[in-house]
């Protein structure tokens, strides 16, 4: 770590996928199984025992096999059959299959990723969707008896994998102060042990509530409202670690914080690029579209460190062609980026745009679209221009060659798209890279207009919502005034704690109290022994969740397991003397801005459960007794109370109740497609992104970190990563051959892996190291087991999302 930085400077390693061949030459042999010596988070000694905050360091054997070269077709079909089949039994796993983003049928709890406005097929979901399913259809169950048998203690040396495989929470449980074992309570005396104490603190600023992105809007609108009436605006949610970046970009740049384009324009576009994101594993239903925009002869080009396969060539699972096998190839240009060289190889798209242009008016620019919306385009053009090839080539580890052939094509078309994800947005610059991308769509005018625009593509299958729901720590005055208004009440005005800044109240003790709406917040966050230590001296953690995870095994001194009902399940709200029974329906965003409804049909996982909705909404009513200006207990029994709030407070949500219930559901406003930016400047903004400073000493890597094709984040399905070719292991880190040669590494020998950082070291014990087709100086590893590298005070300033995408590493041989 002494040694004085040096520009990463490796020689170019792209090409297109026609030149592109691996270096791998048949399977390697399997590693063998062995618990490891070294535990690199510690054991923690907590209230309850002692802890072990990560999954037990056992290696389950590595086989490696060549990458696929296609993703989908049929082994997707049998795959996503085969876990429904084995998780959930023929009739819970297939039917509920059916049902998944039909126009009467549940919103796919997987992705975000829209549905077709059109007719829909009765085999529109993807492999990953059915696994998400099947995964919630588990006919598991973890009872109070399951409770008694296991301490938390003994509990935490299982792994994550083991603990989500014990099927679905039945009952509320709480863990006492000083109890090993979590015991069965009551919901009414859960609610009040949480009034307790929240009630308790000395300022409502001491309790913090975090949100998971699968939570409805129903859920989450109330959720929020309840969080600002008991008097703070601390409300973490996930985005806070996924695409903060964007939002960040996309408001300072169009005035308007989410994508602009419909599925439509994705099929009609001319030219689309791919960045940052890995549609076969995390959007695979994104590949129909992307098929059919090549059919109508759009050119794709793919900016990703890894090759990954959807990127590829892709087979349709609904055609009989792509049942046969035959495959689309998707990208036609595949810009093999070094980590964070995404800024350097956009800069130079723009310059090879404007050096078509500075030679004749027009031939790069969209004069009349930039002179009419936009700002500052003198900035960008001098920034442009001034610009190094050398510099850009380098930082970027593209060819200028490979670099001019995007350009001009970009030149050739308006109608051009530039679709991400998380790869670019969990960086050290993540709104550089997003302002980037849309630098080059205003400069084509590729905005407000049929086939063009911004495609920001959502992780959680509702993320979207809960923002446009109001789940936000720093919420823009208007909503605070709507709310005000709508329900009679002084919100606080002061923001509040994202996840990260929440995490380090935890530790610092100015947080007592952590509530979560679904997810895993020990293992989403960075520095997870930073954060086990914060969330382990807490007075109370309260998780309300589907399945038992880490989560509920590193908590304050009390805990409280909320469990809830999936989205495939019916929530009824059963009859009173005065009403006869309500079936409920929730709503949900997708990543295109569409609300649709969603109602599960299948019996409850257990007679205990309550709607997420419910959940909250009676704790509310605990909570807040008097202060109380909204009837809790009604809103609980019928969601259609909260819909009405919702319409009253929310923008583009009037008439809620009503629109939602149409099929199809409607869309929510979009100004930067009417050619409207609410900006500082009343235009769409052009922005100067210096190239990031890559200082990487020797024997260093830049590592990012990704999901595999089993996994949803921390929810791990299995060990196989079928289009990488990794099976049976998670503890990997992927290396280019010529740096494991040089570092004295040989495949699949056994690697401890520091990070560096500040000044700081973390190390991670007892990874395999594998060859893979990575760029020089790149490093991969999985999420969430290379968190305990991440440092938490590592975030991009502006947005403050965590640098999850590229950490200085070292990597030695285990001794
Ligand atoms: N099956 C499944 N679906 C999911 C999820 C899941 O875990 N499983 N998670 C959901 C969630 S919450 C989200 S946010 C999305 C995430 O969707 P993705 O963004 O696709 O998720 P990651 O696996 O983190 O992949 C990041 C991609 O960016 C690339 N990358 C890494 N660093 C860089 C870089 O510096 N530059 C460029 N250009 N690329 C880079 C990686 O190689 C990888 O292909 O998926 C959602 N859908
Ligand atoms: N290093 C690194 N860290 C990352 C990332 C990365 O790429 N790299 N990605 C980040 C991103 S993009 C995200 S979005 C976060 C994800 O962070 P989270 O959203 O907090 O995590 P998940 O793993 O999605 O949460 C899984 C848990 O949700 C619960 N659950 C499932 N379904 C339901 C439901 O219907 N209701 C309720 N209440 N609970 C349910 C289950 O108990 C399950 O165990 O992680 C972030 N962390
Ligand atoms: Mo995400």
């Not at 307790?196 to 992105?213: H, Q, R, V």
């Not at 007075?539 to 805990?559: E, Y």
Request: with cysteine; glycine share 8%.
């Amino acid at each position: 770590m002494s040694q004085s930085p040096q520009p990463v400077r490796e020689g170019s390693h792209n090409g297109e996928f026609a030149n592109y061949h691996p270096r791998h030459h048949g399977p390697h042999a399997a590693t063998e199984q062995r618990p490891l010596p070294c535990v690199e988070a510690g054991t923690l000694n907590t209230a309850h025992g002692a802890v072990d905050p990560l999954a037990p360091q056992q290696l389950a054997g590595l086989r490696q096999r060549e990458p696929e070269r296609k993703a989908t077709g049929i082994g997707a079909v049998l795959s996503s059959f085969h876990y429904a089949l084995g998780e959930a039994g023929v009739v819970r796993g297939v039917l509920p299959l059916l049902q998944v983003n039909q126009k009467d049928g549940f919103d796919c709890p997987g992705c975000a990723w829209p549905d077709p406005d059109g007719k829909r097929s009765h085999f529109d979901f993807c492999e990953n969707g059915a696994k998400a399913v099947a995964h919630e259809s588990d006919r598991r169950r973890v009872t109070a008896d399951f409770f008694a048998k296991h301490s938390v203690a003994e509990l935490s040396q299982q792994s994550d994998y083991w603990l989500e495989q014990q099927g679905r929470l039945t009952e509320p449980m709480v863990l006492r102060t000083g109890a090993t074992h979590y015991q069965p309570i009551s919901w009414a005396d859960a609610f009040a042990l949480i009034a307790d104490e929240l009630n308790a603190l000395a300022s409502p600023n001491e309790a913090s509530f975090y949100t998971s992105g699968k939570a409805t809007n129903e859920a989450a609108f109330a959720y929020q409202l309840f969080v600002r009436q008991f008097g703070t605006n601390n409300l973490p949610d996930c985005s806070n670690m996924c695409h903060e970046a964007s939002g960040t970009a996309l408001n300072h740049v169009l005035g308007f914080g989410k994508g602009t384009v419909k599925l439509e324009d994705i099929a009609r576009a001319k030219l689309i690029f791919n960045v940052g994101h890995n549609p076969g594993t995390n959007h695979p239903r994104m590949l129909s579209v992307l098929q059919e925009a090549k059919r109508n002869g759009a050119k794709i080009v793919a900016v990703n460190p890894l090759p990954e396969t959807g990127l590829i060539s892709f087979m349709q699972p609904q055609e009989v062609t792509g049942l046969l096998g035959h495959a689309t190839p998707i990208a036609d240009l595949f810009l093999q980026v070094r980590i964070n060289g995404d800024v350097p190889l956009f800069k130079g798209i723009l310059k090879a745009i404007v050096a078509a242009d500075d030679a004749e008016r027009g031939a790069g620019i969209d004069w009349d679209y930039v002179n009419a919306n936009t700002a500052g385009v003198d900035d960008l053009l001098a920034d442009v221009r001034a610009a190094s090839w050398d510099e850009i080539v380098r930082a970027s580890g593209i060819e200028r060659e490979q670099i001019e052939t995007a350009a001009a094509w970009a030149r050739e078309t308006g109608e051009i798209i530039c679709s991400w994800c998380v790869g670019i947005a969990q960086q050290y610059n993540g709104p550089g890279n997003i302002q980037e991308l849309l630098n080059l769509l205003l400069l084509r005018g590729a905005m407000a207009k049929p086939g063009a625009g911004a495609c920001c593509v959502r992780g959680h299958s509702n993320v979207q919502g809960d923002r446009t729901m109001g789940v936000w720590e720093r919420p823009q005055p208007e909503l605070l005034d709507a709310l005000q208004g709508a329900f009679g009440f002084d919100p606080p005005r002061e923001h509040g704690l994202d996840s990260q800044k929440s995490i380090v109240a935890m530790h610092e003790g100015r947080v007592k109290v952590f509530i979560s709406l679904g997810g895993n917040f020990l293992l989403a966050l960075p520095d997870t022994a930073y954060a086990a230590e914060a969330l382990s001296r807490t007075r109370l953690t309260v998780r309300i969740g589907t399945k038992l995870n880490r989560s509920d095994l590193v908590t304050g001194a009390q805990a409280l397991i909320l469990p809830c009902l999936g989205r495939t399940e019916a929530d009824v709200s059963p009859a009173t003397s005065s009403r006869p029974a309500i079936e409920q329906f929730v709503s949900c965003e997708n990543s295109m801005g569409v609300i649709q409804w969603s109602r599960g049909r299948f019996a409850p996982a257990s007679p205990q459960l309550m709607g997420e909705t419910a959940i909250v909404c009676r704790m509310a009513a605990a909570v807040l007794g008097d202060r109380a200006t909204v009837d809790w207990p009604a809103w609980a029994e019928n969601y259609d109370h909260v819909r009405d709030g919702i319409a009253k407070v929310i923008p583009g949500c009037h008439d809620y109740n009503a629109r939602v219930r149409h099929p199809g559901g409607f869309y929510l406003p979009n100004p930067p497609r009417e050619n409207v930016y609410h900006t500082d400047t009343g235009k769409a903004n052009f922005t100067v992104n210096p190239i990031p400073d890559h200082q990487l000493g020797p024997n260093q890597f830049a590592m990012t970190t990704v999901r595999s094709h089993d996994q949803y984040n921390t929810t791990i399905y299995g060990l196989h990563d079928r289009y990488r070719g990794l099976h049976n292991e998670r503890r990997v880190v992927m290396l280019n051959r010529a740096d494991l040669d040089e570092q004295g590494i040989a495949p699949h020998q056994l690697v401890d892996v520091t990070s560096h950082w500040n000044g700081q070291t973390r190390t991670a014990c007892g990874f395999v190291a594998v060859e893979f087709p990575i760029p020089k100086r790149c490093a991969a590893m999985y999420y969430p087991e290379a968190n305990v590298l991440i440092p938490v005070g590592s975030v991009e300033p502006l947005s403050n999302c965590p640098t999850s995408k590229c950490t200085i590493i070292s990597v030695r041989p285990t001794t």
